[in-house]
């Protein structure tokens, strides 16, 4: 309180003045985060913390999914969303993860002349066109009363953390960049908002800030990293990071953790006894869009 | 140096001098750009949240304007070619008006840029050394390098060109010439590079086609012509400036081959994505048809379909190309063609449906509206303060011969001389 407009302003243009977090110096990273801390801790009424831990050495994070398990509930996408300090309300509502549901087709036995040609029409086909699961028709706003509901399948995506991510790539002024540990991460302070990673996304995981995030200040998770979670500007683009605040630590992402069928699985790729590397290893595994050549770190699986 | 001076000081003086109707038309842009600015300011203290933009479509209007300019910017060679390269009388002694075009489009590019940024306050960190340039492989890093190079060859082309046509001098052809056959290179790769902007991302698959860079230059050599057709019958009609029937004849023909191909490019380009009907040609479907009862760029897409054929048409007539009652409105209509074609036609659907099956509708907003319009007023109110300065500067108004003799003169008189404007 004591703090007076002027000083908070002097914050904000340090703030604007810094580098791109992966090229500072270890001392000026240390200042960053706790000009931030200080403007967070003000901003929430809380002592916010803007944690700063670096890849760890062997490590490779990796993500597993099991889509016969997984019963649409979305909870692992409201827990995201309180875990990472997303943005909520009706007018601009920012979930990173998104479940989408698939109804399952059929084919019958009343469509079976159906797209023949009638006279000298062109034949196109039989029954084939009430879609059976496919991804490209995905649904990911339902409101169900009960889930699973009757009928439907649900795959829920979020970013992929691509080995090549085509983002990556794209980005003018390299704010995104794949961490030692596999992650993509946002430096959010230096990002212009050109939305070029958004368009290259070929599995629409990124978020832009179309104004001031709202982010209520009692619902603030103060534990956060410069990163992942801590809270964004407007004009920015954000995205998953596999809880980067949480998995240095030895966590959980808060979305395997809340999963009630136990359909995530999250750990170290390059450790042959985790629970994602025996998976890969031993289940019927597929990656999304495989032919776009990304090469996701999130895994599907099925029993 | 003090001849230098003189030139910045004639030129900002004739440019400042006018009739009634160039001031009228200076308060109109004005009044245009207040809504920019007052737009701008939103932007930047609310962030894009006015803007009909979502996370599904996140690009829309600032940026199908800042591709089609960018198309405007390199048709401008289509003056500089033939003049240079073809010799052609007609078009040589006009060939700077080109080289002004480029500016103030490449300019509206910038200031399009500009109002799509989140945050354009951080353009800094594109810079070189202060910031970081993602190169080689950022395409937009790419796509600013060469807008920027386009924009400083025809400063500094047009601007000495002009320089020594009013100090009397030859050209230095030393100089000059390399620097036109540069730009003439480079001209094609604005336009290129752009269209690589788009189409080197295969999750968007409706762009993602290797036709689309020659398809971005052959609109583009139908659009820029177009604009500067009709700009050179206005400059005929209002100045005493004569551009002669050879120059627009030639243009006419350049605009009616480019856009034939670029026809053909389109109808092979929805064969062989209906043909197949993957899910790749949504997005094409969507544009062409609607889908899910979305159906807001079909009439776009037509509308721009049968301007682009109507210019076509009469364009393909000799009697009517060479008819400057018809050849207006053929321009008109290819323009206003492409311009649909650039934003409504290609960029929206791109992102319709999105990677994951979405579909969704983007309209602009009013404010939306009102900031475009403020970015065209601004480029136009740029562009005409540098055709009339080089307009004054062909027909022999500012000239460092006349300014000394008028300096010597009106400190006799006290009177200073007012030149006849338009």
């Not at chain 2, 950022?138 to 400083?152: E, K, P, R």
């Amino acid at each position: 309180m004591t703090m007076s407009d002027d000083a908070r302003a002097n914050m904000e243009w340090a703030e604007w003045f810094q580098g791109n977090y992966r090229l500072m110096t270890d001392e000026e990273k240390a200042l960053a985060r706790a000009r931030l801390e200080r403007r967070y801790s003000r901003e929430y009424g809380k002592a916010v913390s803007v944690d700063g831990t670096p890849a760890q050495e062997g490590v490779l994070m990796g993500y597993a999914l099991n889509i016969k398990k997984c019963i649409g509930c979305r909870r692992c996408a409201k827990a995201c969303v309180e875990e990472n300090n997303q943005s909520r309300g009706k007018d601009q509502e920012i979930e990173w993860i998104r479940v989408l549901k698939m109804e399952k087709g059929e084919f019958s036995q009343e469509k079976m002349n159906q797209g023949y040609p009638e006279g000298l029409g062109i034949q196109v086909g039989g029954n084939a066109y009430s879609p059976a699961g496919v991804v490209l028709e995905g649904e990911h706003y339902y409101q169900p009363e009960a889930v699973p509901e009757k009928d439907s399948a649900y795959m829920p995506i979020a970013c992929m953390q691509c080995e090549k991510p085509p983002c990556v790539k794209v980005c003018p002024v390299r704010t995104t960049y794949r961490e030692a540990d596999g992650p993509v991460v946002i430096d959010y302070n230096w990002c212009i908002g050109c939305r070029m990673c958004m368009s290259a996304c070929p599995y629409w995981a990124r978020r832009f800030n179309w104004s001031d995030p709202k982010l209520p200040k009692e619902a603030m998770n103060p534990v956060t990293h410069y990163l992942g979670n801590r809270p964004r500007m407007k004009g920015v683009v954000e995205k998953c990071t596999f809880c980067i605040q949480r998995t240095r630590k030895g966590r959980y992402p808060a979305c395997v953790e809340v999963c009630p069928t136990g359909a995530r699985k999250f750990g170290n790729l390059l450790d042959p006894n985790s629970e994602v590397s025996r998976i890969i290893a031993r289940k019927n595994v597929f990656r999304l869009k495989a032919e776009l050549n990304t090469f996701p770190k999130f895994f599907y699986f099925m029993d | 140096m003090d001849k230098l001076k003189r030139f910045a000081i004639d030129y900002v003086t004739y440019v400042v001098k006018g009739s009634p109707a160039f001031y009228a038309w200076v308060a109109f842009l004005g009044l245009l750009i207040l809504g920019l600015l007052y737009g701008t300011y939103l932007h930047t203290a609310d962030g894009l949240r006015y803007t009909g933009l979502t996370d599904q479509v996140h690009d829309g209007l600032y940026l199908a304007n800042f591709v089609f300019l960018v198309g405007i910017a390199a048709g401008a060679v289509t003056i500089v070619f033939p003049a240079y390269v073809y010799h052609h009388k007609g078009l040589h002694a006009v060939a700077v008006l080109g080289e002004m075009l480029a500016i103030s489009a490449v300019l509206m590019c910038i200031l399009f840029i500009v109002s799509h940024m989140g945050r354009p306050d951080r353009l800094w960190h594109m810079l070189p050394v202060i910031g970081i340039y993602n190169l080689p492989n950022s395409m937009l890093a790419w796509d600013t390098l060469v807008l920027i190079g386009y924009l400083f060859l025809n400063l500094i082309g047009g601007f000495y060109f002009l320089y020594k046509k009013y100090t009397g001098q030859p050209l230095n052809n030393k100089f000059y010439m390399p620097l036109i056959y540069v730009s003439i290179v480079w001209a094609l790769s604005i336009h290129t590079v752009t269209a690589f902007l788009l189409n080197t991302m295969p999750s968007r698959p409706m762009w993602h086609h290797s036709m689309m860079p020659i398809r971005f230059i052959l609109t583009a050599f139908a659009a820029g012509p177009s604009l500067i057709v009709l700009i050179f019958l206005i400059v005929r009609a209002r100045t005493r400036l004569w551009i002669d029937n050879s120059a627009i004849n030639q243009l006419a023909t350049i605009i009616t081959y480019c856009l034939g191909l670029s026809l053909f490019l389109s109808l092979s380009e929805v064969v062989t994505e209906l043909y197949a009907n993957t899910e790749h040609a949504l997005g094409l479907q969507y544009l062409m048809f609607g889908m899910h009862g979305f159906n807001d760029l079909v009439p776009w897409f037509w509308g721009s379909l049968a301007a682009s054929l109507g210019a076509f048409v009469i364009l393909l007539t000799p009697g009517l190309r060479r008819d400057y009652r018809w050849l207006p409105i053929a321009c008109s209509l290819a323009f206003a063609g492409i311009w649909v074609e650039k934003g409504m036609g290609l960029l929206v659907p791109g992102f319709i449906p999105t990677p994951i099956g979405e579909f969704s509708q983007y309209f602009p907003t009013t404010l939306e509206i009102v900031v475009t319009l403020g970015n065209w007023a601004l480029g136009f109110l740029i562009l005409t303060i540098l055709l009339k300065g080089a307009i004054g500067i062909l027909l022999g108004d500012i000239a460092y011969a006349t300014s000394m003799q008028d300096r010597v003169t009106a400190s006799d008189t006290g009177v200073s001389p007012t030149p006849e404007l338009t």
